[in-house]
């Protein structure tokens, strides 16, 4: 290590594949132990700039007001940002007791907010961004499977908030590509068509062609497709 650069300088990136960096931390909701405690779920680990901010209160409203629908796909909320406890509390209360935003009253954040105040695990995560701010996490967004895998990582910057419906998007492609083995096209949404796994044979290449796979129908022989039901996906 040199002098110019300390251990606690070095920001490290996790990154699609990897286990989900392990830490212990304070949250509203009590400590827990990451990602341990949260084996078997899928975990949504986000990261906001800052308490008391126009941006994060409108994206806090609508993660709480749409956790049900992440409950029902098996997942977790986790949010992170490196203000203290009492500032979590402090601005959770007033979301509740003060803001009305797109006719949402009374809204009630019960997911976990870790204060991260040493900064210790914003960096861990790669949260921190320093051509974009180094005093405040970036808006991360980490996908993390049930085994605590990381599947699918999305940034987005300060000024911009999430879009909630290509988070939800992004965690039922995952499910769907796990359980039944296909990959997910361009823009697709739950309901449309899905990619089958390319033909391993010259032989099975010649009978996708000819229409002999039940329900595949193909562009050609790499690109094959078969319809798949929303109702067959475990969504809300
Ligand atoms: C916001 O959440 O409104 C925000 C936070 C940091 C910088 C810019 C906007």
């Known amino acids: 290590m040199t002098n110019t650069m300390e251990e606690k300088d070095i920001i490290s990136m996790p990154r699609i594949g990897d286990s989900a960096p392990s830490f212990t931390a304070v949250t509203t909701q009590g400590n827990i132990s990451f990602p341990q405690d949260y084996r078997g779920k899928w975990v949504i680990l986000f990261s906001h700039p800052a308490d008391f901010t126009p941006v994060c209160t409108s994206e806090f409203m609508t993660f709480a007001k749409r956790e049900p629908e992440f409950a029902r796909l098996n997942t977790q909320l986790v949010g992170l940002s490196i203000d203290g406890l009492y500032s979590h509390i402090a601005w959770l209360r007033t979301i ?36 974009e701010s180094s005093t405040k996490a970036v808006r991360a967004v980490f996908f993390i499977d049930p085994k605590g895998i990381i599947r699918t990582i999305i940034y987005y910057p300060l000024s911009l908030g999430r879009n909630f419906n290509e988070l939800k998007r992004v965690l039922i492609g995952l499910q769907t590509a796990d359980k039944y083995g296909v990959a997910l096209p361009a823009d697709w949404e739950p309901g ?4 089958v796994p390319p033909a391993n044979s010259c032989g099975s290449a010649a009978d996708r062609m000819a229409g ?23 969504m809300a």
Do not use: H, S
């Open 96 to 131: 509740k007791d003060k803001i009305e935003f797109r006719g949402w009253k009374n809204v009630e954040v019960k997911f976990p907010l870790i204060e991260d105040i040493t900064m210790e695990i914003a960096r861990k995560y790669g949260m921190i961004q320093p051509g």
């Open 192 to 195: 449309e068509d899905v990619i």
């Open 212 to 234: 002999l796979e039940k329900d595949v129908y193909c562009k050609d022989w790499f690109f094959c497709m078969k319809p798949m039901a929303k109702e067959e996906l475990e």
